[in-house]
Structures are given as C-alpha cells and as structure tokens.
C-alpha cells in the first residue's frame, strides 16, 4: 500500500506540473491555478500517507477504504477544477474561482457533483486514517 501510495502521489504531482502549463490557455486560467495548486498538494498528501502508512494500524479492509476514498478525491480534485477550467464551470461550489463563468448546466452539474463527492471521499479517508493512528 505504501508503494502504492508513492506511485499514485508522484504521478498526481507530476500531473499537476504538467497542468501548470496549461493555466493560461484554458477558459478560467483562475480555475486552472486551482486545478494546479490542487494536484501539486494532494500529490503531496499522498505521498505523506504512503510515510505515515507502516505507523497505521487498520486491518486490510479499512485500509483499503482510506486509501481509495483518498486517492479518489485527489484525483477528483484534480479533475474537477481542471474541467471547471477548461469550461469555464465551478460557479456553485468554487464561485471566487469560477468568478464570473458559468457552463452549460451539465457541465455545471458534473463540477458540482465531483467536488461534493470528493468533499465527503476526503473527510471519509482522513477520519478513518486518524482512527488508524
């Protein structure tokens, strides 16, 4: 799982670089900042549970729940923000972000519900990682 964790937190680092190069050409270069900012430090994050994970004690199953409840809001956080970027959506839940943008409502609506259940995956993860240590 530690490994794991390395893996997915460096690949989520690097794709937050990468998103950095897109900041001023998508449609809320706002928004694509978030999406950046967003990856660069929940890449780190899951590098820090990969440190943390040997000190946790959860059986299989926790762990496995903490690991893809996190890992999922991550990488949802990631994307969320970006299609928000690209699309110029986020208006509900980021409104300083998305400032004066605003998307198709499916495209508002796909945001929206990405960031809601990332919301509760990360709060979820954290609570049964506190509960590990």
């Known amino acids: 799982m530690q490994t794991m964790l390395f893996i997915l ?31 660069v430090l929940n890449g780190m994050f899951l590098v820090l549970l990969g440190l943390l994970w040997p000190h946790l004690h959860l059986s299989h199953s926790w762990g496995v729940a903490a690991v893809a409840l996190i890992v999922y809001a991550a990488y ?40 809601l259940s990332l919301a509760v995956a990360i709060v979820a993860g954290v609570v049964i990682v506190i509960a590990g240590v």
């Open 9 to 39: 937190g460096l690949v989520l680092f690097l794709v937050g670089l990468l998103t950095g190069f897109a900041v001023p050409v998508l449609k809320n270069p706002r928004m694509a900042l978030s999406s950046h900012l967003e990856a």
């Open 76 to 115: 949802a956080n990631w994307l969320a923000t970006l299609l928000a970027a690209a699309w110029g959506a986020g208006r509900r839940f980021a409104p300083i972000a998305a400032a004066d943008h605003e998307a198709a409502a499916a495209k508002e609506n796909f945001v929206s519900f990405l960031l």
